[in-house]
């Protein structure tokens, strides 16, 4: 699943649950991805007359400032730990703002195992390096790209159209 596609389905699901703190859930469903999204503005800058995906896989992806973050942020493992802290936490704003951002975390995690095929990441890093392939990839054709990206971004497009029909009057 895209970035993208994680911050406005992860908003909209909190916004129309009535679940408070629907910003701070499409926080947290982004920042597995900052890891790359850093690493692609590394890049850009370093190349100015553009860049390729192979050079972003080879260069950003391969680094090892890259591999372990990446690893660490798309594993169940720190948000599960995360989570167990919180419920620790008095009840308040703070720790519902917290829980949120957690769950939208945990929802990128749970998103990209159904979404990644040979790409998957471990998903209990540190304690195993085990990766579980999913038969539906956002990227691979093999893995039934074409469908997956239709309805994701059909899905995003309805989000997007809901939020902004609830908002705005003429």
Do not use: K
């Amino acid at each position: 699943m895209r970035t993208y596609s994680h911050v406005v389905l992860t908003y909209r699901a909190f916004h129309r649950l009535g679940a408070p703190n629907a910003t701070a859930a499409a926080l947290g469903a982004v920042l597995p991805d900052l890891p790359a999204v850093a690493g692609a503005a590394w890049l850009a800058a370093n190349r100015l007359g553009g860049f390729s995906r192979a050079d972003f896989e080879t260069e950003v992806c391969g680094r090892s400032l890259f591999a372990g973050p990446d690893a660490a942020l798309h594993s169940a493992l720190p948000v599960a730990a995360a989570l167990g802290a919180t419920a620790r936490l008095g009840r308040g704003p703070t720790r519902t703002t917290l829980l949120s951002f957690l769950l939208g975390w945990a929802g990128h995690v749970a998103a990209d195992t159904l979404t990644h095929g040979t790409d998957a990441r471990p998903l209990l890093w540190p304690a195993s390096a085990y990766r579980l392939e999913s038969p539906v990839s956002y990227r691979e054709r093999d893995r039934h790209v074409l469908p997956f990206t239709i309805a994701e971004h059909a899905a995003v497009l309805v989000a997007a159209y809901q939020a902004t029909a609830n908002t705005y009057q003429p």
